[in-house]
């Protein structure tokens, strides 16, 4: 089993950065691919950036391609994003994940097993 918890999340202004960190506690975690989800309010989650198992495949958004980068360091059970340039469309709670049993990245929701409990994110002008 696998244990999430995000971290980083908070307020800031149009264009600043943020840092979110995601601690992974459990086994299997450096053979599984993880990936970064968001939700605002009343709309469905979407996919914001997933990565391999080893760092060496990754995939984005559209909306945050250029502008957010996924990481991990399997020695540390951890998964990291990194954010820049933030709109308010970026405003959301924000959602580490893991697959179980695959080491390829995945844009769907339904692929991932485990799920953190968010760190929210307020982009304000």
């Given at each position: 089993q696998v244990r999430l918890e995000e971290s980083g999340g908070g307020s800031v202004r149009t264009g600043a950065?943020?840092?979110l960190s995601c601690?992974?506690?459990g086994r299997m975690f450096v053979t599984n691919a993880m990936g970064w989800f968001r939700q605002a309010p009343?709309?469905?989650r979407q996919f914001v950036a997933a990565i391999s198992w080893n760092g060496g495949s990754?995939?984005?958004a559209n909306?945050?391609?250029g502008r957010f980068t996924i990481d991990r360091d399997n020695a540390?059970?951890?998964l990291y994003l990194q954010m820049n340039s933030l709109n308010?469309?970026?405003t959301a709670v924000y959602y580490c994940a893991a697959r179980w049993g695959s080491a390829v990245p995945s844009t769907r929701s339904e692929d991932y097993?485990?799920?953190g409990q968010g760190t929210p994110v307020t982009v304000s002008p």
């Open positions: 950065s943020l840092s601690a992974a506690s009343g709309k469905e990754t995939d984005y909306s945050v391609k540390k059970s951890a308010s469309e970026d097993m485990y799920w």
